[in-house]
C-alpha cells in the first residue's frame, strides 16, 4: 500500500509519501512540503498548494491520502487556512478516485511513538527511526506528513489477523487498545 501523507498548512503543507514493506514496516517514497508567501492572496497561495497536491498526486499515485484531522484552535484564521488546505487534498484525491483518511494528531503520535500525548521532537525522530532515515525530515511539517501516513499504514484496522498483531510494534498495540476501549466506551465493537 502506498499512502500520501499531508500536514495540512496554508504556508507550509507537509507532504510526505511512504510504502508499506513486508513486516509490517515502512518504507520512504518521497518527503517535501508545499509552501506559498504570505504576502500573496488567499486565492492564489490555495492555488499554488492545489497545484503542487495535484502534482504530488500524479507522480505518485497513492491508495489512499491520509490527512491530519484539524481541530479548532485560538488562532481562527491559522485554522481556516489548515482546513482550507486539508479540503484541498481531499478534493485532489477525491478527482483520482483515491480515498482519503483523516488523523487526529493525538492518533498520529500514539501510532507513531505510542504516546498520544508525545513531543514533536519525538514524533519526528521515531519517523527517522521507522523509515531508517539518517536524519529527522525538515521541515517539521515534512516529518508530520510522514507521520500520518505511517499512521494510515499502521492502524489497526489495517491488522488482519492474529499473527500480524503480534508483530506489531508497542506503540501500534498501544494504539490499538486505546482504539478498541475508546469504542467500547462508545457501544460500538
Do not use: Y
Amino acid at each position: 500500500m502506498r499512502v500520501l501523507g499531508v500536514d495540512p498548512g496554508l504556508t507550509r503543507c507537509g507532504i510526505g509519501v511512504v510504502d508499506s514493506v513486508t513486516g509490517r514496516r515502512a518504507r520512504l517514497v518521497a518527503v517535501g512540503v508545499a509552501m506559498s508567501p504570505p504576502t500573496d492572496t488567499v486565492d492564489a497561495r490555495l492555488l499554488q498548494i492545489a497545484t503542487e497536491l495535484d502534482a504530488w498526486m500524479d507522480a505518485h499515485t497513492p491508495d489512499v491520502v491520509a490527512v491530519e484531522r484539524v481541530f479548532a484552535q485560538h488562532n481562527v484564521s491559522t485554522v481556516m487556512g489548515t482546513a482550507q488546505v486539508a479540503g484541498l487534498a481531499m478534493v485532489a484525491a477525491a478527482r483520482r478516485g483515491v480515498p482519503v483518511a483523516m488523523h487526529t494528531p493525538s492518533e498520529v503520535k500514539a501510532a507513531v511513538t505510542g504516546s498520544g500525548r508525545a513531543g514533536k521532537e519525538q514524533v519526528q525522530k521515531m519517523v527517522a527511526q521507522i523509515l531508517g532515515l539518517s536524519e529527522v525530515p525538515r521541515p517539521a511539517d515534512a516529518a508530520d506528513a510522514l507521520a500520518l501516513a505511517i499512521c494510515h499504514l499502521w492502524r489497526p484496522s489495517a491488522i488482519l489477523d492474529k499473527a500480524e498483531r503480534f508483530a506489531q510494534t508497542p506503540a501500534q498495540r498501544a494504539w490499538a487498545a486505546a482504539e478498541q476501549s475508546a469504542r467500547r466506551a462508545k457501544g460500538t465493537r
